[in-house]
């Protein structure tokens, strides 16, 4: 399967190349939702200490350089980009030669040991095509080595490679099922009796409550079940930058990172967010936003000419995410880019399909791929649009 990008226009040969400058903007995201515990009322992931996530995140080579919180949502910006800790749900978004991967196991560990979850609901795990696969390292050398890591842990997992595979195309891991917990795999042995130990330590503990309870709470959670709560998340991911806009992103133009977040517009793209902002020397720009009602928004910007790479994701809900994508190109003006949304029934983006149907153009992007997939809790609508002429 061609992972790396489109090269054929570019004069590079492989000597040259080894010895240019490089960084892998492209980011790796998994996304977990853990199963809403019954035995444990208090289940929260939030519950993780903080050396406890330094601790996990050497794992996956990359720290922590900043944090914000609300009553929702723990925001932290790393050294390779972002992560986001609710209640049930965890989000690692990485670039460079990081290995997201890797922590998988010591999450689930830290999941059923402190936060009191012992069920995945859900998982996704997504990337672009890397510009350069083969400095990564495992087991994120390639798609299919992070389909079968994956695979070692889950017997109902899935994987897709959306848009054209010998060009800009965007990969997904994701569980077959809608719910209602996915088994981690017993010959993950020390795991699978772990995460078993803490569920009959837990259904002992249910047993001991008051049976009221247990049935009010059952009756809860079964009306929750058959209604999800409303979730989206829009992801752009764009290539070929302006220079003149990549500039701002760089010491040179920018003192701080609140010059570059204004300079840029990015603070007008979603208002309302509380923004967390990181400006790295000489050049890079992180941050992450979030909102009261549990929004968050992240943007990561690599700014070199020979690689300029921008990544905007959300999980604002909207019925007109083409009004979004616009102020977010307009921003940043991509020479190319990658639009995803998630939606799932009950969110107001359901219909977001449908909307990028129509959206054949947008100012001077047009698109050149379009996929839509009905998956068994979301839809996802995959586009990818180019600066024309091109
Ligand atoms: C971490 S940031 C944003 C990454 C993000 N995934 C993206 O490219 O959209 C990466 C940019 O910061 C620069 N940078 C400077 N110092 C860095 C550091 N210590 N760690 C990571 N990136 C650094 C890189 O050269 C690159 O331009």
Redesign the pocket.
């Given at each position: 399967m061609a992972e790396s990008e489109d090269l054929s226009n570019s004069s590079s040969n492989s000597s040259s190349r080894e010895d240019m400058?490089f960084?892998?903007?492209?980011?790796k995201l998994l996304e977990i939702w853990f199963e809403p515990s019954t035995a444990c009322k208090n289940a929260d992931l939030r519950k993780i200490p903080r050396p406890m996530w330094d601790a996990l995140l050497k794992t996956v080579r990359?720290e922590i350089i900043s944090f914000t919180r609300n009553d929702q949502i723990d925001a932290y910006v790393?050294?390779?980009?972002s992560m986001f800790v609710s209640k049930r749900r965890w989000i690692l978004?990485?670039?460079?030669t990081t290995t997201p991967l890797q922590c998988f196991e010591p999450l689930l560990r830290l999941a059923a040991e402190i936060a009191g979850y012992t069920e995945i609901e859900d998982l996704f795990y997504s990337r672009k095509n890397y510009k350069r696969p083969e400095l990564q390292v495992s087991p994120h050398r390639g798609f299919d080595e992070e389909v079968a890591f994956l695979d070692s842990f889950f017997d109902d997992g899935r994987a897709y490679s959306l848009g054209a595979i010998n060009r800009d195309c965007w990969h997904l891991y994701t569980l077959s099922r809608g719910g209602g917990g996915s088994k981690i795999l017993k010959r993950n042995n020390h795991l699978h009796q772990l995460m078993e130990q803490h569920h009959s330590q837990q259904q002992q503990l249910q047993q001991q409550q008051e049976d009221d309870d247990v049935q009010q709470l059952d009756a809860q959670l079964i009306e929750a079940s058959m209604q999800p709560d409303p979730d989206q998340t829009i992801e752009i991911l764009m290539t070929d930058l302006d220079p003149s806009v990549m500039a701002i992103?760089t010491k040179d133009v920018c003192t701080t990172a609140k010059e570059a977040t204004q300079k840029s517009g990015i603070h007008r793209l979603l208002p309302g967010m509380v923004i967390d902002d990181y400006l790295?020397?000489?050049?890079?720009?992180?941050m992450n936003g979030i909102s009261k009602n549990g929004c968050y928004m992240t943007?990561?910007?690599?700014?070199?000419r020979e690689f300029s790479?921008?990544?905007f994701e959300s999980n604002v809900a909207s019925s007109d995410y083409g009004e979004l994508i616009k102020r977010v190109t307009r921003t940043f003006q991509p020479g190319k880019f990658i639009v995803t949304v998630f939606a799932n029934k009950t969110s107001i983006a359901a219909n977001a399909n449908r909307e990028i149907e129509h959206l054949g153009t947008i100012d001077q992007w047009k698109r050149r791929d379009i996929q839509y997939s009905r998956f068994a809790s979301y839809d996802l609508t995959y586009a990818q649009y180019c600066k024309y002429p091109s």
């Open positions: 400058h960084f892998e903007g492209v980011e990359c790393l050294s390779e980009s978004k990485t670039c460079g992103f790295f020397d000489p050049c890079g720009y992180s943007i990561h910007i690599t700014p070199e790479y921008v990544s």
